[in-house]
């Protein structure tokens, strides 16, 4: 067999697997549609406003209800605390009315 | 063909000519294979949360609003429900009562939360029961008939009955919740009777909700307070994301009573 002939085996490989792994997106997403109906359900009905990502601090917990003071309580330069912190910036809209 | 043919005889080359340093090919093959698997599945990751934020949060309230003092977030008067008045276009409006617990025997926080009694999904549990998100079922070992038992903001120990278990299929917006009754609530975290963590406006009509947010923080409630309105959001965070989260904030344009100065949130 020929290197080309492998090379070319692979990548054909490699191609068929994403396009089936596409294809299982699509399925997957067709299938968790009552699960996304389910836990809009219940943000309607406890009127929740943020993902459940991180817990450890009200600013990562819940984003949308935190000031533009919460991750700097303790001190205007003070560093920060958790580590959620890092991974969940501060919502644009909050981001924008600290531009001059 | 030949086409083909030429196309195949460039590979064999090329192949060949990778062989003859096949350590540090392979390195760099591997090295590149991490690389684009780490940042595709940090993009996905961020890319589907972003997406199933926008569909699960759009039915978060319209409007939030906050009582800020000295820039920290204070706990609002009920009176204020009622000084607010009728805003044209709201159609509905209501304190909510919300807030932390640090569990030091999991070092977690949970969120406990009293259902809205207009909800129907979820009846407010009885008093001295609760209905905990699949995490902290999870976390704690507890399963429906359990007690749990926690301390109170005056440090006496407070049992709780597990009447329910929220479905595992919505932990993403669940996984730390504790749902209790109003009464509970209050005694847990010895919480005033006149005061609600914040105050919800429902608005039909969603292109007024920049305008509605506008008029409550106008409203004669006389403190800095700062709205939250969702529909006019940008997306932002996996949390807020997809221009649905309540994100947007018209801060606070109330006027500041003479005993608490303005403090308008700055960068």
């Keep these: 067999m020929r290197?080309?002939?492998?090379?070319?085996?692979?990548?054909?490989?490699?191609?068929?697997?994403?396009?089936?792994?596409?294809?299982?997106?699509s399925l997957r997403a067709r299938a968790s549609v009552e699960i996304i109906a389910e836990r809009s359900a219940l943000v309607a009905a406890l009127d929740l406003t943020d993902l459940a990502l991180f817990t450890e601090a009200r600013y990562t917990r819940h984003p949308s209800q935190a000031d533009l003071h919460?991750?700097?309580q303790d001190h205007p330069m003070a560093i920060e605390h958790f580590p959620s912190g890092s991974l969940v910036p501060a919502p644009k809209r909050i981001l924008d009315l600290a531009q001059p | 063909m030949e086409w083909l043919r030429r196309q195949r005889y460039l590979i064999d080359y090329s192949?060949?000519?990778?062989?003859?340093?096949?350590?540090?090919?392979?390195?760099?093959?591997?090295?590149?294979?991490?690389?684009?698997?780490?940042?595709?599945?940090?993009?996905?990751?961020t890319q589907s949360l972003r997406r199933e934020a926008a569909l699960v949060l759009a039915e978060s309230p319209e409007i939030i609003?906050?009582?800020?003092?000295?820039?920290?977030?204070?706990?609002?008067?009920?009176?204020?429900?009622?000084?607010?008045?009728?805003?044209r276009g709201v159609a509905a409006k209501y304190g909510r009562l919300w807030g932390y617990f640090y569990d030091p025997a999991v070092r977690a926080n949970y969120t406990l939360l009293v259902p809205p009694e207009s909800s129907t999904q979820h009846q407010t549990p009885a008093p001295g029961e609760i209905a905990i998100g699949a995490g902290i079922a999870r976390t704690r070992g507890l399963a429906v008939g359990d007690y749990l038992s926690?301390?109170?903001?005056?440090?006496?120990?407070?049992?709780?009955?597990?009447a329910s278990i929220l479905s595992q299929s919505t932990e993403l917006v669940s996984s730390d919740l504790m749902l209790l009754s109003a009464d509970d609530f209050r005694r847990f975290f010895d919480y005033p009777e006149d005061r609600v963590t914040d105050i919800v406006l429902q608005v039909r009509n969603p292109r007024e909700v920049r305008k509605v947010a506008g008029e409550g923080d106008a409203s004669p409630c006389r403190t800095p307070a700062r709205s939250c309105a969702r529909r006019s959001c940008a997306p932002t965070t996996p949390s807020s994301a997809g221009a649905r989260g309540s994100s947007s904030c018209c801060w606070g344009r109330c006027s500041p009573s003479p005993s608490s100065p303005p403090t308008a949130p700055r960068a």
Excluded at chain 2, 15 to 31: E, F
């Design chain 1, 3 to 25: 290197k080309s002939d492998l090379f070319l085996a692979t990548v054909s490989t490699a191609s068929a697997l994403l396009l089936l792994s596409a294809l299982d997106a």
């Design chain 1, 70 to 72: 919460s991750a700097f």
């Design chain 2, 15 to 45: 192949l060949s000519a990778l062989a003859r340093r096949p350590g540090k090919h392979l390195g760099l093959l591997l090295v590149y294979t991490l690389i684009v698997f780490l940042l595709a599945s940090v993009m996905l990751f």
């Design chain 2, 65 to 87: 609003l906050q009582r800020q003092v000295a820039g920290r977030h204070d706990l609002m008067p009920s009176a204020y429900l009622e000084k607010i008045g009728t805003i």
């Design chain 2, 150 to 162: 926690l301390r109170s903001a005056r440090g006496e120990p407070f049992s709780f009955r597990v």
